[in-house]
Each structure stands twice: as C-alpha cells, then as structure tokens.
C-alpha cells in the first residue's frame, strides 16, 4: 500500500506541474474564454479540477460527497486548485488511513484531473495564449511539491 501511496502522491505533483503550466501567466481574459460558445470555460474547467480534488479527499477519508462548485474569478480559482491538490497530498502523506483503494481514487479523480489540464493547455493555444511545449519526463516532478511555485522547466520547446 505505501508503495501505491507513494505513486499516488508523485501523480499529484505531477498534475500540480502540468495544471501550473497551464494556467501560469493565462491572461485574465482566459477564465471566460469559450471558442464554440459552450459554459465549459476554462474558469470551470479549473473549478471542477478542484472539485475532483476535493472528492478524492472525502474519498479517502471514508464520507464521499461531491460538491459542484461556482467558479470564483480567475486568479482565486488558480489559487483554489493548488489548495485543493495540497490538502489532498497533505492527507496522503499522513499515516491516515485510506478508506478508497488508491486505484480508485486514480481512476476516478485523479485520471480526470489530467484529462481536464490538458484541456486547459489546449484551451490556451486556441485563446492566442500559447505556452511552450515541454518534456515532461525530464521534468523535475517531486512528490509533496503540489504548489504554485514548481521548478523551471528543463526542456521546452515550440
């Protein structure tokens, strides 16, 4: 199990990573950017993020319960996912018990996640708000580092 713990906690960071690339310096105007017209903006691709986060949580804990949360502006919601990605590490890096078996909570949320970041990175290069490529795998990608400040990246490229 601690092993599973272990890999679950080093997804995390990895998703802090790649979700703080992506929504990193994004303009203000990003939160509502919509190319077909559709509610699925980036601001509640970014809530729902932090929904899932919050899910795995109580998952975790024994009580699951989701809560669909109204996105808040742009710069809280940035702020909203590192805090919802932190508490969650926070409680698998505890000696807690973990009432879900970690290949749920990975197929559940945290697959979602990942899914949901690289929509987000998308998202970005159609609003005219391009970040550069990376190599992930060269990545300095730390477990229990789930914060908006990351390590620079090592290999990006156009």
């Given amino acids: 199990m601690e092993e599973k713990r272990a890999f679950l906690r080093h997804t995390v960071a990895t998703v802090a990573y790649r979700g703080g690339k992506a929504v990193r ?5 990003f939160a509502t950017f919509s190319p077909d017209g559709s ?5 509640r691709i970014l809530a729902h993020i932090g929904d899932l986060y919050d899910w795995a949580l ?13 996105p808040l502006p742009w710069s809280r ?14 409680y698998l890096a505890s000696n807690a018990p973990l009432t ?6 990975f197929q559940g949320a945290i697959a ?8 987000l990175a998308m998202l970005r290069r159609l609003a005219g708000a391009k970040m550069k490529s990376e190599n992930y795998a ?5 477990a229990g580092r789930v914060g908006a400040e990351q390590s620079a990246p090592r290999r990006e490229f156009d």
């Avoid at 879900?100 to 909570?105: F, G, M, N, Q």
């Avoid at 060269?138 to 730390?142: E, K, M, N, Q, S």
């Fill in 112 to 119: 979602d996640s990942l899914t949901h970041v690289g929509q």
């Fill in 39 to 43: 509610p699925r903006t980036p601001a």
């Fill in 138 to 142: 060269r990545a300095d990608i730390v």
């Fill in 77 to 90: 919601e940035v702020e909203r996912f590192f805090a919802a990605i932190q508490r969650f590490d926070d």
């Fill in 25 to 29: 310096d994004a303009p203000e105007s």
């Fill in 58 to 70: 109580t998952q975790a804990k024994g009580a699951e319960a989701w809560n669909d949360s109204t």
């Fill in 100 to 105: 879900a078996t970690p290949e749920k909570i």
